[in-house]
């Protein structure tokens, strides 16, 4: 009865599949994935079918690329060039697997395991209380008809600082920022969200947001996605960065929860043009 933690699939479905099968995947195991199911890779299509048909087994959060998928289905914006979704809306179950979709969480909480999840990890000014009723809170505009009207206002980056008095939009484009765009914050606790770069490449007024005092109490461990540059590496002990960047070449990765050890595969073209 394992918990199996999977970084950004992207698409990669076949490296999916094999990690699965590395790590023992059983019919008694809970599958964890920190979201950005689809784009880069050439199967998200595959990718969507899987998870939607192992749900029982599955705890997801949705990520940024999730939800530009379901910006582009709502007519809001259009797929970029690297995006390889068009298989999706050109599937005879689209409909079913985006409005699926899109009333996924934006977090995961296991009181038990004391573990939380969310794409691009928990805002330094959350509290767990806060962090949770904020993703309740997108899920459930998202889940709703009213779903378009978000996500043609998704799009920005401001505000980039918490408040308890943000209202309507503004609101929710903070919570779906720092839960699925985050990586870098000011000393403030304030989002930047132009610099990429790998924390010792970073500008010295920046900090991960995982470096920064946390009100998440401190026996409770995060797991995260979206920043495939740190490379799993460079956090504190109980947080833990998934995304190994398997859609650029590089490796999909699991983390068995209950003993913390380390699967991975690596893209399977890359390791084609090695041999």
């Known amino acids: 009865m394992a918990n199996l933690l999977i970084g950004d699939i992207h698409g990669c479905y076949d490296e999916f599949m094999r990690l699965l099968e590395k790590a023992g995947f059983s019919s008694s195991d809970t599958v964890w994935l920190t ?3 689809v784009a880069r890779g050439p199967k998200s299509l595959e990718v ?3 998870v939607k048909a192992n749900q029982q ?12 998928l379901l910006a582009i289905y709502a007519g809001v914006t259009s797929a970029n060039k690297k995006d390889h979704v068009k298989q999706i809306f050109k599937a005879p179950d689209c409909d079913e697997l985006i409005n699926w979709l899109r009333k996924q969480p934006l977090l995961q909480l296991d009181e038990k395991l004391k573990l939380v999840m969310a794409h691009a990890g ?3 000014q959350w509290d767990l209380d806060t962090a949770v009723k904020c993703a309740h809170d997108l899920n459930a505009v998202l889940s709703s008809d009213a779903y378009p009207l978000f996500l043609d206002k998704m799009y920005g980056n401001f505000p980039d600082y918490w408040s308890d008095d943000l209202q ?9 920022n720092a839960l699925t765009r985050m990586r870098y914050c000011y000393e403030d606790g304030r989002l930047d969200f132009y610099c990429k770069d790998s924390p010792d490449q970073a500008p010295s007024k920046l ?3 995982f470096m920064l005092p946390r009100k998440i109490p401190e026996d409770y461990s995060i797991a995260f996605g979206h920043w495939a540059a740190l490379n799993g590496k ?3 002990d109980n947080i833990y960065a998934l995304d190994t960047g ?4 590089e490796k999909l990765t699991c983390l068995r929860f209950e003993d913390k050890k380390y699967f991975k595969k690596r893209n399977i073209e890359a390791k084609q043009n090695k041999s």
Do not use: E
Not at 57 to 68: F, T, Y
Not at 246 to 249: A, P
């Open 168 to 176: 309507g939009f503004d609101r929710l484009r903070y919570i779906s």
């Open 122 to 124: 928990i805002s330094p």
């Open 35 to 37: 979201g950005d199911l």
């Open 246 to 249: 398997c859609c650029w070449g």
């Open 207 to 209: 900090k991960p947001w």
């Open 234 to 236: 460079g956090t504190p």
């Open 48 to 50: 969507l079918r899987f």
């Open 57 to 68: 087994q599955i705890r997801l959060v949705l990520g940024n690329h999730d939800l530009h």
